[in-house]
């Protein structure tokens, strides 16, 4: 049995102020010069936390996404780690790393890591004071959705987390379709209405078994918009709502996508209600830290001490409704420097928010890179390819300058070489586009709505011009 973490033993190791105290409706200590990455370590008893009204539950402003474990024998950016167990150890390390530094919200779903995600989640915290923690998971009922089935995942949450109530408990990724259902209301009603589910979770919060109860939006906005309506009807009542928000979604969603709906939408349409938002993907999977060179430099700029992605944890957090800000830190490198975002939050300036909601995001767009955020809800391919893994070298390449467009090019060779060698190093063979049939299996399953298929195939037949050295044109062009 895994030994408790007592009170003692916990502040021996990570100091006295792992506990902060305070408790109004935004709480954060002064800011005693300026937090830069020249820190080594973050500061211990500098989280800035927001208050829930519903429940006076103080959440921290930065939220831990269990989405993305660390795994044995993987390192930073490495896809190819070979050994796919999860690394225990490094949860826990991270964990009470979190924990220490003022982390508070853990967020989690039956589907997430393979479907280990609440395992592993359970163990670590469980090692923990219950009190100390709020965790967050979801009915991912997004195949089999009969009650007796949304029931059993129910409660196989409840021991995978070693707990007896959750906090916060979403309708998981509400507006979606699958193949049964191509409509996204009638897959809602499906999943959630039909079957009794919602009324099952309205009963378990009356009985406290669910503190919380909330759903997350992707898809048909209709469906979000039918959500909110159940909300004043008072055929539902939300505790809190789950939205994309990030500085590119703010406006550009649905120029990137005509299936997406834009974060200002969203935020407003709860800001409205009062609803708290808990906002996922406030990196975009990465694509807000790892931006072309060109945008690196401009950011840099104007605050060199500062990471690139500390500037859209701040554009997230500097918005009041936002309860907490999720990111999937699956390395201790990621958790130090949100921490270092956020450990006191420093607000954005209205000049600062602008900046970046219309200069910099406008920019991003024009890259026309593909919006993959790399959650693997795509996956496992029945065929075999590596998805997220063929989007995010393309990706990377597109940022670095590395996607030869043309033969005329005069960095043609480089480009090609690094192209060519990168994909081979990055994504196995046997997993790459040319092995995607284009059953379309992925598609329903995309949150961000990407052609899955289409944008394999494109990059596919790019590859096989690379290798003959015959690239005359490339459409950057994703729908």
Request: net charge neutral; with cysteine.
């Amino acid at each position: 049995m895994t030994k408790k973490i007592t009170r003692r033993s916990f502040l021996k190791l990570f100091g006295a102020g792992a506990v902060a105290t305070g408790a109004s409706t935004i709480v954060g200590c002064r800011q005693e010069g300026k937090t830069t990455k020249s820190l080594q370590e973050p500061p211990v008893g500098k989280m800035t936390y927001r208050v829930n009204h519903n429940t006076n539950d103080r959440v921290s402003i930065l939220g831990y996404g269990m989405m993305r474990l660390p795994t044995k024998g993987q390192t930073l950016g490495d896809r190819q780690a070979g050994d796919e167990e999860v690394d225990q150890a490094m949860v826990n390390r991270q964990v009470d790393y979190a924990l220490a530094h003022g982390v508070n919200y853990f967020d989690t779903a039956p589907v997430y890591t393979q479907g280990k995600s609440e395992y592993h989640t359970g163990v670590a915290l469980h090692r923990h004071p219950r009190k100390n923690y709020f965790i967050a998971t979801k009915m991912s009922n997004m195949r089999a959705y009969s009650r007796e089935d949304s029931i059993g995942m129910f409660n196989n949450s409840l021991r995978e987390l070693q707990t007896d109530y959750i906090d916060y408990y979403l309708l998981h990724s509400i507006g979606g379709t699958n193949d049964e259902f191509p409509e996204a209301m009638d897959l809602f009603r499906a999943r959630f209405i039909d079957n009794g589910i919602l009324d099952f979770l309205k009963q378990k919060r009356k009985q406290g078994v669910i503190r919380n109860l909330g759903f997350s939006y992707h898809g048909d906005v209709k469906v979000f918009d039918h959500a909110l309506q159940m909300h004043d009807r008072g055929e539902a009542h939300w505790d809190f709502v789950q939205i994309e928000l990030n500085y590119l979604d703010w406006h550009w969603a649905n120029e990137i996508n005509k299936r997406n709906t834009d974060a200002e939408y969203l935020y407003n349409e709860l800001t409205k209600r009062k609803i708290p938002a808990v906002v996922m993907e406030p990196l975009l999977g990465g694509r807000l830290a790892n931006m072309p060179n060109e945008i690196v430099d401009q950011l840099k700029q104007r605050e060199p001490e500062r990471s690139v992605a500390s500037w859209a944890f701040r554009y997230a957090a500097t918005m009041p409704n936002v309860l907490t800000l999720l990111s999937g830190m699956t390395y201790m490198e990621h958790l130090k420097d949100n921490l270092l975002s956020l450990c006191p939050l420093a607000p954005l300036t209205k000049e600062e928010s602008i900046y970046l909601e219309e200069k910099i995001a406008k920019q991003i767009v024009d890259y026309k890179t593909i919006p993959c955020t790399d959650c693997k809800y795509c996956m496992p391919c029945p065929y075999g390819v590596d998805i997220p893994g063929v989007f995010a070298h393309y990706n990377k390449c597109l940022n670095e300058s590395n996607v030869p467009h043309r033969t005329q090019d005069p960095a043609y060779a480089r480009m090609r070489k690094v192209f060519l060698v990168g994909y081979d190093r990055s994504v196995p063979k046997l997993r790459q586009a040319d092995h995607c049939i284009g059953c379309g299996a992925c598609e329903p399953m995309c949150p961000q709505k990407i052609r899955i298929p289409r944008e394999m195939h494109r990059i596919a037949e790019y590859v096989e011009e690379l290798k003959q050295d015959k690239v005359t044109s490339l459409s950057d062009q994703t729908t």
